[in-house]
């Protein structure tokens, strides 16, 4: 079964900068796709950005866009998220979700979800 456990979340200031990571385990399969969604109480899930494990493809919503960097570490099975020029409105628990193949940032529809890391960005 795959597993996905989120840490580095954490509190910055405005205009900081902060990492977090995926650590994943259980994949049958080198062909998947690790996301990033981040959501707030009462608030729609939203996709930031997602990486694909055989060719590395990235993507990015909008949003965050020439902010964030998605990177992935092969040898430790860990996927980051840097967060660059963070905003008040970046405040998020951050998860990090597993599909097989494809990456999707309109759909929260995959397979496997972490726990959540809490990422709180003062103004």
């Known amino acids: 079964e795959v597993h996905l456990v989120e840490s580095g979340g954490g509190l910055v200031q405005a205009g900081g900068s902060l990492r977090v990571s995926c650590a994943a385990s259980?994949?049958?399969?080198?062909?998947?796709?690790i996301a990033w969604f981040r959501q707030a109480p009462g608030k729609e899930r939203e996709g930031v950005s997602c990486?694909?494990?055989?060719?590395?493809?990235?993507y990015y919503s909008d949003s965050v866009k020439g902010r964030f960097t998605i990177s992935k570490d092969n040898a430790r099975n860990t996927v980051y998220l840097s967060m660059n020029s963070l905003k008040p409105e970046d405040t998020d628990v951050y998860y990090c979700?597993?599909?097989?193949?494809?990456?999707?940032?309109?759909?929260?529809?995959?397979?496997?979800w972490g726990q959540g890391t809490q990422v709180t960005v003062s103004s």
């Open positions: 979700a597993a599909q097989q193949i494809f990456c999707e940032l309109d759909s929260d529809d995959y397979d496997y």
């Open positions: 259980g994949f049958t399969s080198d062909d998947y796709a």
């Open positions: 990486i694909t494990n055989v060719d590395g493809s990235t």
